[in-house]
């Protein structure tokens, strides 16, 4: 069966004045109908950048230079202006981090639906209004009449957030990209964040491409993972080996620094260095510096994907 | 939990509201304001006779003083003018076009400057830098200068009877297309923070279409300054009106506004008529006054970091 998201080798380049830095290199994985995958990296590894790619609203001077996103059967990166605008907000949604951010502050939270509705269906007010109640009932919204009169700054946090998801469900799309929707909610606030959205895609049967830099939340929440470093997939697998058996030496350094994997009294672990500068990539694998399993071939050549032994995905010459 | 407010109940409950009631310069420029308003725009009303009318008044009784001078009359409480006018009548009416003149402009140099600020804003690139050079092409040139050279020749292509039929629409014109670059940098450097806050990419995930996004969700929020902008340019474009009109190139004498009598009056001054220049002088200065007042006001109100606690 053919998946509801396939990003095959997806290239992005950014022309600067002296260069041309590459910011996402082969980036390939599927989504299936209904597959919840997680896209965790640090700060800067690419992360939100192939969310925003899959919609094509990279910013100048930004563009994509290889690879294919297929979705339901379409070329994403082939389509027109017009043709894109048809999917995003309809097939695709996006939730973004900081929910007082993406409400307009200026306008009452029905104005925000109805547009929604109506930039995607030819309908009514009094029918999109409608579609708007249901929505926000089912992300379990206290009288949500009164909602709808309401300017974003009326209300807290969590339920800002819970007002994004229900904007994002409103023409039923088959896939959320919900980039680190939980970071500017405090923990309470995310679990109840997190569950709905399992619920929500479980229910519906909607594909979840999470972005996250918190291992907690993926693991979760997702049944896939996919690890990224300096703008590749070094690791991808299913969430549960991934996490309890790490296999890339990048992934096995990001699970060991988890302050529960660590001994009370003890220091906690970390991966020695940064992240390196898109500007001057090391030769070889870019994780190399930091690596402890590091040999000559690392230095030389650049390790691909490649399936191993235990059936995994990984990006690394050491793991067999 | 507490039910939700009709619009009049969240107005009288507001901040605003509050804040401005207990501004006693802020009401009392609000007051004297309307009243100006009011009897200006309802200059028909209010007016014992019509200054338009030749057949209503009598050269006879030209630069008769105020009532409550020696020699004055009760028909004249402010005197007449030099061709025997009702000082009062033909004041208000004055101000009725110096009014229209007013807000025409502002509406005008508005509408032109926030559709080039937000174009210019959003898009960017070449574009942006063509219409802001323009507009500081335009900056560059003094408004008089801009409405000197359009109305003279105007009145040279058409003739002085003609001009009089369309004074009105031709200085609002001028004034309102001098001064439009005031709105559109005022407009475009909010639209340059705006772009970047995230409730425009989400409405560009939503798949709005960019004329949307611009008027629909980022115009409203760039919209305070241009509201406090808005009252010091109707002040500043009534001032420009009786800048022209006193150097007589505004309003016609058979049609005066503030600006032009006191231009009409100035030449009597020495022979001791000096209510015909002062009284129009008064009430434009006032005007203005209480206009850029409540623009202070307004600006304090809109702006956090002036806060008065």
């Known amino acids: 069966m053919q998946p509801l998201l396939e990003v095959k080798n997806l290239c992005v380049e950014f022309a600067m004045r002296s260069q041309v830095l590459r910011a996402l290199r082969d980036v390939s994985f599927t989504i299936g109908k209904g597959e919840r995958l997680g896209l965790v990296g640090e700060s800067g590894a690419g992360k939100t950048l192939t969310g925003f790619s899959i919609l094509n609203l990279i910013s100048k001077p930004g563009y994509i230079s290889g690879g294919s996103i297929l979705f339901e059967g379409r070329d994403l990166a082939e389509l027109t202006i017009e043709q894109i605008r048809d999917i995003r907000g309809n097939r695709i949604s996006m939730i973004f981090q900081d929910p007082m951010m993406t409400l307009n502050p200026v306008l009452t939270i029905r104005t925000q639906m109805v547009e929604t509705i109506k930039a995607h269906q030819k309908i009514s007010d009094k029918e999109a209004e409608k579609i708007a109640l249901d929505k926000l009932q089912r992300v379990y919204i206290p009288s949500p009449e009164k909602r709808l009169d309401q300017y974003p700054h009326e209300l807290s946090g969590g339920m800002r957030q819970r007002i994004v998801i229900a904007i994002s469900l409103l023409t039923n799309p088959g896939l959320i990209i919900a980039d680190e929707p939980t970071t500017a909610l405090d923990v309470t606030i995310q679990a109840e964040i997190m569950d709905l959205l399992l619920e929500l895609c479980r229910d519906e049967d909607m594909g979840l491409l999470l972005i996250t830099h918190d291992l907690a939340v993926v693991s979760e929440v997702t049944q896939k993972i996919a690890v990224m470093y300096a703008g590749r997939i070094v690791e991808m697998g299913p969430t549960r080996d991934v996490v309890d058996h790490p296999e890339h030496p990048y992934t096995r350094g990001l699970i060991a620094a988890l302050p529960q994997s660590c001994d009370q009294g003890q220091r906690l672990l970390q991966i020695p260095g940064i992240m390196p500068s898109l500007a001057n990539l090391p030769s070889g694998c870019s994780f190399h510096p930091r690596c402890e399993l590091c040999q000559d071939i690392c230095k030389r050549e650049v390790p691909v994907l490649e399936t191993k032994a235990s059936g995994r995905h990984v990006a690394c010459f050491m793991v067999k | ?309």
Not at chain 2, 168 to 195: C, D, H, M, N
């Open chain 2, 1 to 309: 939990m507490q039910p939700t407010r009709s619009r009049w109940r969240r107005f009288r409950e507001s901040f605003f509201l509050h804040d401005f009631l207990h501004d006693r310069l802020a009401l009392t420029s609000f007051i004297v304001l309307v009243i100006l308003l009011v009897l200006g725009l309802g200059a028909p009303f209010f007016a014992p006779s019509n200054p338009y009318d030749p057949s209503t008044y009598d050269l006879l009784n030209a630069e008769q003083p105020p009532a409550f001078m020696e020699n004055g009359q009760a028909q004249f409480p402010l005197g007449t003018d030099a061709q025997g006018r009702d000082m009062y009548s033909t004041m208000l009416y004055g101000m009725r076009v110096s009014l229209i003149i007013g807000f025409g402009a502002v509406l005008m140099q508005a509408f032109i400057g926030i559709v080039v600020g937000l174009i210019s804003g959003y898009f960017g690139g070449r574009l942006d830098s063509a219409l802001m050079r323009l507009a500081d092409v335009q900056l560059s040139f003094s408004t008089y200068m801009v409405a000197i050279f359009i109305s003279a020749i105007f009145q040279a292509a058409f003739g002085v009877a003609m001009y009089e039929k369309i004074a009105i629409p031709l200085l609002i014109l001028v004034i309102g297309f001098a001064e439009w670059p005031q709105y559109a940098r005022t407009v475009r450097a909010s639209v340059l923070a705006e772009k970047k806050k995230e409730y425009v990419e989400a409405a560009r995930v939503i798949g709005l279409s960019k004329r949307r996004i611009m008027f629909r969700h980022i115009l409203p929020n760039t919209l305070s300054p241009v509201f406090v902008i808005s009252t010091i340019q109707v002040a500043n474009a009534i001032m420009s009106e009786a800048a022209l009109s006193f150097v007589g190139l505004g309003m016609p004498v058979t049609m005066p506004s503030l600006g032009s009598l006191i231009n009409v009056g100035f030449e009597y001054i020495f022979s001791g008529s000096w209510w015909i220049t002062l009284f129009p002088g008064i009430v434009l200065v006032v005007l203005v006054l209480v206009i850029n007042l409540l623009g202070d006001w307004l600006r304090d109100y809109l702006n956090p970091k002036l806060y008065k606690g």
